[in-house]
């Protein structure tokens, strides 16, 4: 076979081309990988073993969502999945590795169970609770550091939520590293306003505390969802289901990912750009007062 010259190679294609071809190459190698990933793990599981697989979110949510879905959950693997960096957690890695509807879908999945720890104790808690579960889970976090919000005496346990600061004006479900935030806003409040605000972990997002919802709303003047997740079928769409059907319903408002895809910046730059910052916590929470 006869090597043919750069130059008749180049006549025949444009250098953008050449680069959209092995970008596209680059694009399959990457999805096949995501997906024999998952393959192998639930195959994994269906012989004993415990697995875990981590990878960023988007790759281990919507870009193997059906692998998931009926290799995982349909026929009931034990496997562990581990969505690194979402949200504003993506920095500079860009739109490609940001994922703001991983819980959406996740959430969606029949017996799939959603966590997001909030820091690295909660974090330690899940990784040996889960181990000694069977099932499927889908666990989100940043692998960033993070501000500590448990010290190792907590509890934990799955399905309950833990209210990390109680009050009487308001509340605010959070989850992950946006319960540190709505901390920051719930102490400026009290000192600005002097507002009792109560902040709840939401951690397990599915199964989901609802018994924890209804108590924390009631007499409450408002409610405010702070999540590091589009406002589309995240943690507010999940505690307005709750409150819907409980029939009481303070107003609520979301502070989360609008309608918008990822971009390339810093963390700090994309927790301002999207608005998820204790200051915006408090500004929602102003409106109400």
């Not at 959406?104 to 909030?118: G, H, K």
Request: proline share 3%; net charge neutral.
């Amino acid at each position: 076979m006869g090597v043919m010259k750069w130059s008749n190679w180049q006549s025949n294609r444009s250098i953008e081309t050449l680069r959209f071809s092995a970008f596209l190459i680059w694009k399959n190698i990457c999805i096949k990988t995501c997906a024999k990933c998952s393959l192998l793990r639930t195959g994994d599981s269906l012989v004993g073993k415990i697995p875990f697989v981590h990878t960023f979110t988007p790759f281990a949510t919507r870009r193997v969502y059906d692998q998931v879905y009926l290799s995982g959950a349909y026929q009931k693997a034990n496997v562990r999945i581990f969505g690194s960096d979402p949200g504003f957690w993506a920095s500079n890695h860009g739109g490609i590795h940001t994922s703001v509807e991983d819980v959406a879908l996740m959430r969606a999945i029949p017996t799939m169970t959603v966590l997001a720890p909030a820091d690295a104790t909660a974090m330690k808690w899940v990784v040996e609770e889960t181990s000694k579960h069977y099932g499927i889970f889908y666990i989100r976090a940043g692998r960033k550091s993070t501000p500590d919000i448990y010290d190792a005496s907590q509890s934990f346990e799955l399905g309950k939520a833990i209210v990390v600061q109680d009050g009487k004006d308001g509340v605010i479900f959070s989850m992950g590293e946006m319960i540190y935030e709505a901390l920051l806003a719930s102490e400026s409040l009290k000192k600005s306003h002097q507002l009792s605000i109560a902040v709840v972990d939401m951690f397990s997002l599915k199964p989901l505390d609802e018994a924890c919802v209804i108590h924390m709303i009631k007499d409450k003047k408002f409610v405010i969802v702070a999540e590091n997740h589009s406002v589309i079928g995240g943690l507010g769409s999940a505690v307005a289901q709750v409150m819907a059907a409980s029939g009481n319903c303070p107003p609520l408002h979301q502070v989360g990912i609008q309608d918008h895809f990822g971009e390339v910046g810093t963390v700090d730059y994309l927790q301002e750009k999207f608005k998820l910052k204790s200051k915006d916590i408090i500004e929602k929470i102003i409106e109400f007062v």
